[in-house]
């Protein structure tokens, strides 16, 4: 028999599984918020997790915005989060470039996407460029490309991101620094294909890549969830135990299999877009926990 | 044992090959000219072929320009060839929707592309529109965005081909055309994912799509080499006996490909990308013939 997930809605069951782990890393929209609004009992629970010094991390595939314009939400929202546990693709990006594989200091990165992304980078002592590239008139013609695009070898990576200011010549400077440069990388903030907007969806960073992964000689680098980079750029800047980690999302498909992926402790939460039912009438993604909601945690108080 | 190309280069091998077929498909870059230098003895080579009531068409997968535009470059060379025995991939892709598929009069067409691609589906009689989304100043913003993009039936068709004016808003209202409408075609001018330019390449239709073809709902239809609709296009238009017709091109991967894929005899020349060496150091593609180039037709005069 498949093994199946385990609900915590007994008091006893939910303190014992509260103080197994240190750190929660919670996914956001459909957790802590539904849009612009917060879902019930999640400020008394993210109290009652501070208080018994546990670690809380915020984790967004959300590209365009720089840790301070997040923590606006959060701050908006009368939620007791600190900057520092803010963790977006932009940032993972910058991370990753600064602290995982220390980016060098005479190297450049070429950036495409918002300037909320540009300055995590650069927050992170990494030089970047890029947001000179949203030209407009005159806009761009053949001669122009041919003359100003030139490999350059002091790009070490080129950076991809949401940006709703994509244009030719960026894919053009991007592709000519990676497929010139053997030593240029090609990262990517995260692999997400679309996002959702008023009864519909449009392309996020995942496929504004899309023609650069087709015609790079390498490989791209993904940086949000699920990806193990993601989590390592979280274990390496908190030094978590990540046994003692928990992954907690509404999501099985992104926020359960990242947890999965990178063998940490999965609880899936009923506020968002996965049901109870949902989750029973399927067996290919099994959460090890799933609870009604984080107001199931004020219970113990 | 496997089959071998068979090479032309005896006058009675020439002339016999000359006499089996009535009708020429040219490819031109490596064929007819290199950049824009015309090869030597095309213009009489083509002029044997008009004197022996050969028809000439030449193809390309360049969806940039209209035939007129084209035109003027075979006229600078002072070729013998008509506005009619052009076919590119834009022509191809108006021909298909006009004249193929009957595409109704009360309905649009989307197009991401080059006034040139524009011209050239107006002219089929279809009404096509997207021009205008070259936008500049103000930029584009997400509101903008979601309140100016919205499903529309009256859009049976979205045409995507190389534009080097692509920009964030024509991917979404792409998108939302052809993913909200059932009904609503989705064609790609060609697939090449590159084109040459100076020490380099930069990205072609088939790099520019990729976005769409990521997050679209329905597959794509090609219309340029090598695909059938190409060849279908062709021969409907000129009413062609495919036994009696020979596709001439340089490349193996392209040109001779797009002829076997459409089971219509093939023939190599040697004055492009393809050396004797590299297709004999191959046995991926075997051209039915090859030849040193168009000039050696002429010793039949």
Redesign the interface.
Known sequence: MAKKSFKLENINDIKEFFDSYDTFIFDCDGVIWRANNLIKGVKEALTLMKKNNKRTIFVTNNSTKSREEYFKKFSSLNLPVDINDIFSSAYSTAYYLGKVINFPKDKRVYVIGTKGLIKEIEDAGVNAFGYED?I??P????EE??KSIK?DDSVGAVVVGF??????KK??KA??YI??NPECLFLVTNSD??YP??N????EA???V??????ANKEPIFLGKPTANMINCISQKFNLDLKRTCMVGDRLDTDMVFGKNNNITTLLVLTGVTSEETLMNQNEIIPDYYIEGLNSFNQII
Do not use: C, W
Request: glycine share 2%.
């Open positions: 949203n407009t008139e806009f761009v013609n053949e490309i041919f490999p940006d709703m200011k994509i244009n030719y894919y053009a592709y000519t497929n010139h294909i679309t907007v008023q519909s969806v449009l392309p995942g496929s504004v899309a023609p650069l992964i087709a015609i």
